[in-house]
């Protein structure tokens, strides 16, 4: 026992688990981080170096890979491919249940889907923390935009975002690295979207080293090398991952110990001292059980990660699910509204183009429902495209073939732009996570069943989504302008959340305003269920500046002897 | 449309956003890797023939390589063994049989013109059959042949270095500048792509 037994247990190592390991063991707690998958240590990337012709299949997954993958190959998502399939569970041996459809897409290794996200970085804003409470729409927030402003300020420091400094109320500006390019049709589009609607365009916030980072603690991270080929892991160490960076960091103290394919399956409950005293884990691969001890504990195994751990975690104290006393754990689950956009043809700057691939695009920042517009629905979206030259696929249905196809191909092609809307979704207790207990994966572990759906507020908004793009496309004289709407379901933004949400009264929420458990004190939620409301930023960034705040308040409470 | 559709319309591939078969599927930003002694194993020799003669009209050696040097019969050979639906397979084998009876004799006993005057007039036959309209098998096997012709080439190693041009680490962004000063003015073989 006194060999499991730490100062603190961080169960996961993803955006989230990373900063809690990192921030946990930088104040000197001896921490065990816990991933239930298996290692990749930062540079461990098999394909990060691969040309597109060494690559099987012209990289599309085969009809052996799409059967391991049913739910992971939906059109919604495009991460089976030859390149980077091995960053994405197995869906036979990781099951789900869908009462409503929902798309679930995962990756169980160190780092987790920090190793392929998507790196957009922005701020809520304290309109985002205030809408709930004003609008009575699920749970005030219980903290505002000034709570989380110097925390926002740490993690981007650290990570490193590039990024323009804009002014905008709705999109508050960050400690950015220096901006990446707009090409000469999104700057265009910029001036006409200004010009027309008042509106703005601006570069993408991503977590990617636009220029060295602005202190000397990551030594492993280079500048970003403009290969686009950041989701199969960046041996430049040049955007934002735990294996890149706060996983680093935590090693370097010397007080992580990490162990690997460690399904951590319940939370140790001790009656008499009304606190959590560990967590039971299953080794994945020799399914030998085992239990750990510390006297504080992190939860950041993702959004319905964390969620399962706490319904399977039942004792008389907590016959619903852990630190479900509200009954709201597995509630209100969010996601973004995804998919549906508007793409254009650009006529001229037949002479301009571009060198090295950004990985990167343009965001267009909410404009709904802020200052005096007002919809028939509440909150907003905000678009996130670019725009480049069409290549060689455009000459297939041509008549061009033999050497006058070659000589085509290698004049770059017309200019397209698209974009596509990341629309708010509302909490509501009907939209759930629940643990069937009559079905179970491969390790014994009864499966999530979903049943969510996009209500009558996400209908409204991707309507006019879908025709504010086309209105602006055509504002601007593009051609063939077209709209798209793709199969998503719920969870295809890939940005699940909600699940033990944040809130004052612990009759309604789950945690309170330190992500601290209101019914166990020394358990604290950081990742995506801890939030009360989605608003419509990728909400990563703020996955990490709520870590760091909870970490610095658990170690304060620690010394206290309050926890 | 889909998510890798959608992709593809950020890289401006209106090909692949427009299209309804599900071999056009494969027009994705990536590349077929040729294994120098892999043997075919979903064709007979005598069909592999066949796609091998029509994928040299459609891309030829120039002054450049063309689909054969760059190996794009195997490829296509291997899509169909491990990517592609038995729906696709069928398809494509049964507008190969309608292929080979159109010229009036075996495709590779007609002459080097005849051969090319058979692929160009049934290859104008698909590129004008009206959108949602079923293409005859013969023309559909051209079009097929030519897509997947084009995807092996162009994602080969001589295609995305020799007719289009390819820098593994670009090392810098240049956002705007004149067509001239990218790299050798040629396209880009892997166009920047926003991968949400």
Known sequence: MEKNTFDAIVVGTGVSGGWAAKELTEKGLKTLVLDRGPMVKHGDYPTAMKAPWELPYADEPTQEDIARHPKHTRPSFYGITQSTKHWFVDDIDNPYEETKPFDWFRGYHVGGRSLMWGRQSYRFSEMDFEANGKEGVGVDWPIRYSDLAPWYDYVEHFIGVSGSTEHLAQLPDGQFLKPMELNCVEKDFKGKLDDKFKRKLI?????????????????????????????RGCPFGAYFSSNSSTLPAAEKTGNMTIVTNAIVYEVIYDNAKGKATGVRVLDAETGHQTEYFARVIFL????FGTTHILLNSVSSRFPNGFGNDSGEVGHNIMDHIFGNGARALVEGHEDRYYSGRRPNGFYIPRYRNVGADKRNYLRGFGYQGGASRSDWTRLVNTPAI?????????????????????????????????????????YGLPVLNFDAVHRENETLMTKEMISDALEMFTAAGYRDVSSFTMQANVGAGIHEMGTARMGRDPKTSVLNAWNQMHACKNVFITDGSAMASSACQNPSLTYMALTARATSHAVEELKRGNI | MNRREWLKCMSALAVGAVAGPSLLAVFDAHA??????????????????????????????TDTPGALDAGVPLFIDQMFHDVYTKADQQRYLTALAAFDQAGGKPFLQL???????????????????????????????????????????????????????????????????PLSEAGNGRAWAVETELKI
Request: charged share 20%; net charge positive; with cysteine.
């Open chain 1, 203 to 231: 570069i993408g916030r991503t977590a990617n080293l636009s220029e060295p980072l602005k202190h000397d603690k990551s030594p492993q991270r280079a500048q970003c090398q403009y290969r686009n080929l950041c989701m």
């Open chain 2, 32 to 61: 077929a890797s040729q294994k120098p002694d892999a043997a075919p194993r979903f064709f007979s020799p005598a069909q592999g023939s066949v796609i091998a003669a029509v994928s040299d009209i459609v891309i030829p050696h």
């Open chain 1, 402 to 442: 033999g050497d006058e196809l070659k000589q085509a191909a290698e004049k770059p092609g017309p200019w397209w732009v698209s974009m596509m809307g990341f629309g708010e979704m509302l909490p509501n207790h009907k939209n759930m996570v629940t643990l069937d207990r009559s079905k179970k994966d491969k």
């Open chain 2, 111 to 177: 002459d080097e013109a005849q051969r090319k005057k058979l692929v160009t007039k049934l290859h104008n036959e698909a590129i004008s059959t009206p959108p949602h309209t079923v293409i005859p098998p013969a023309a559909d096997f051209v079009l097929m042949t030519k897509k997947l012709t084009m995807l092996g080439f162009f994602m080969s190693e001589p295609g995305c270095t020799q007719v289009l041009q390819y820098v593994a680490v670009p090392g810098g962004f240049k956002a705007d500048i």
């Open chain 1, 300 to 303: 950041n195994a993702s959004t």
